[in-house]
């Protein structure tokens, strides 16, 4: 695989840049549009578990959800190009995505669920009695914790940002899906806000949600956060 890791990522504006440039503006020059998608329903979503590396399958609801989200891709965008973590649940979101839009998926590492380390597959109701203090820190401040033999959110970060930087530089006039995980949408919404780590629990990600970022002339346009309006006549989640 190519080794993406370039400069550190830059989404906010240029300070050298008068501040009243409009992003319609930086649509003259070419404009990268990014889908990021997270993957559909597994089990361990409800009642909570620390899923991480664990390659579950989609449910019957997940793969439902797959395909109301790729047909609405299909019907809104023209993406060239779909892009997963190597976890089951993203390829086979990916699949259902790209088969709409007549395209090819392509697994890349960088996109690959946060490690949990010794905590994956551990209940929140387990972490909670067994590591009080760690479990209330992961909520209260994220960005300061490590997983016990995993990452940290800085490790996310760092490796989400090759994501975003491939798919920006393959494509810098195109249109692309990611389709990732709930924690590694948020560590690239996180940069493309240019928020700090801190913020990682503002951003909501629900099952294939989609976020729709433009990204022109070094500067980005967040358009939307995890729309998932194309399920609704999927009903309520279990």
Not at 61 to 84: C, D, F, H, M, Q
Not at 86 to 112: H, K, M, W, Y
Not at 222 to 238: C, P, Q, V, Y
Request: net charge negative.
């Amino acid at each position: 695989m190519a080794d993406w890791r370039f400069a550190p990522f830059r989404c906010g504006a240029d300070p050298n840049r008068p501040a009243a440039v409009s992003i319609e503006e930086h649509r003259l020059k070419p404009l990268t549009k990014i889908l990021l998608v997270r993957h559909g329903h597994v089990e361990g979503i409800h009642p909570p578990r620390f899923r991480g590396r664990e390659d579950l399958p989609l449910t019957r609801r997940g793969k439902a959800e797959a395909l109301s989200v790729a047909r609405r891709i299909a019907s809104k965008w023209r993406p060239v190009r779909v892009y997963t973590s190597p976890l089951s649940r993203c390829v086979a979101t990916g699949a259902a995505i790209a088969e709409a839009c007549g395209i090819e998926a392509q697994s890349v590492d960088q996109l690959s669920d946060i490690d949990y380390g010794t905590w994956q597959m551990k209940s929140h109701e387990e972490m909670a009695l067994a590591e009080p203090a760690a479990y209330a820190a992961w909520f209260a401040t994220p960005h300061l914790l490590r997983f016990p033999g995993g990452e940290s959110l800085q490790d996310l970060v760092s490796r989400s940002a090759d994501a975003l930087r491939l798919a920006h530089e393959r494509h810098p006039d195109q249109t692309v899906v990611l389709v990732s995980h709930d924690s590694v949408n948020r560590a690239m919404l996180i940069q493309l806000a240019d928020v700090p780590l801190s913020s990682y629990w503002r951003f909501a990600q629900d099952p294939c949600c989609i976020n729709e970022v433009d990204i022109a002339d070094g500067h980005v346009e967040i358009r939307g956060i995890n729309d998932t309006s194309h399920l609704d006549d999927l009903g309520e989640r279990a």
